[in-house]
């Protein structure tokens, strides 16, 4: 929530096995959650978790403020980070696609609440209406979005054909991809620490050694935990870059007591898009931050995965890991 200047005031833990097909959570919670709502003028009540549109509209209609479930929280961060028209067309798309279902959702609901056999749910028309509307925009947008895609599998073909080798840094959202990407590059991109900085893949040349000379590198979009469906659809052009590379650099804050996990979410997410049996190497980052009698955790990777400690914001370990990404070239290229 700091990422869109929200403060937050309380954090409430659900330990629900089962979660309340009406309210997600147990009418104990909800009105413990709602006394304390009221009481502190609570402006957003935000959800770690996807809720259905039904669960959105019941608590909203209890706790009288407005509820954000995960995925919507994501497509918030994500519309504020957009920047570049591809960037806005994606997150556009993505939230459209998250409304389109609401309003199926809410058809349903009206349908069964005061529908009758043979007959339309009230309110049905406005639905229809909006979501006509909705596909016809998302029409628009796909066809846009092609337009682009089609420019970069121009410029994809033009990397393809020649010999120069293609390094992609990919890791957990906030992991100092870019701060590295500046350092392999001598790029000065902006670097906030912030979620979601970077929602385009950007590409530059970063020299490396006399034996190798100048590689390609890209910048992705960072994975997270949970990232919505649409978001995964929207983005997949963009993240099929990964799929072009040579050697892919996993980027993990080693300073992050959730480390371990954040590396789970990016071998999954890498899983998903199909780019798992790219050869790589593991970069734990931000090392300068670990206390003396820090205790690296086993991340039982693969023997044959090297892996190196950096502080890219200090410009540390940068010659050790280049020297790594020269030798699995030269050594692949034999």
Partial sequence: MKT???QTELVFIV??????????????????LH?????????????????????IRNLQKRLKTTVLDRPRIILEIFAK???????????????????????????????????????????EKKIELSRRRLLQRLKALRIALKKIERQRIVTRGKRSSSSIFTVSLVGYTNAGKSTLFNSLT???????????????TRTRKGYINQSIGEILYND??????????????????????????????????????QCENHLATVHKTLKDLGADDIPSI?????????????????FNTNPD???ISISALHNKGIINLKNQISTYFLTTSI
């Fill in 186 to 200: 001598k790029e000065n991109l902006p670097t906030d620490n912030l979620l979601f900085h970077t929602l385009d």
């Fill in 81 to 123: 980070r957009a920047t570049t028209k591809e960037g806005k067309l994606q997150v556009e798309i993505a939230t459209i696609q998250r409304r389109k279902t609401e309003l199926i959702n809410q058809k349903i609901d009206m349908d069964q609440q005061a529908g009758f056999i043979g007959g339309k749910g009230p309110g």
């Fill in 305 to 307: 995965i090297p892996i």
């Fill in 35 to 55: 006394g304390y709502v009221a009481e502190s003028n609570i402006d957003i009540v935000a959800i770690d978790d996807e809720l259905k549109y039904s669960q």
């Fill in 282 to 298: 593991l970069v734990l980052n931000k090392s300068d931050e670990l206390p003396e009698d820090f205790e690296y955790p086993d």
């Fill in 4 to 6: 869109l200047n929200i």
């Fill in 15 to 32: 330990n629900n096995r089962v979660h309340n097909p009406a309210n997600y959570i147990g009418k104990g919670k909800l009105e413990e």
């Fill in 220 to 257: 992705t979009v960072g994975f997270i935990r949970k990232l919505p469906h649409e978001l995964i659809e929207a983005f997949k052009s963009t993240l099929e870059e990964i799929l072009l590379s040579d050697l892919v650099l996993i980027v993990l804050d080693i300073s992050d007591p």
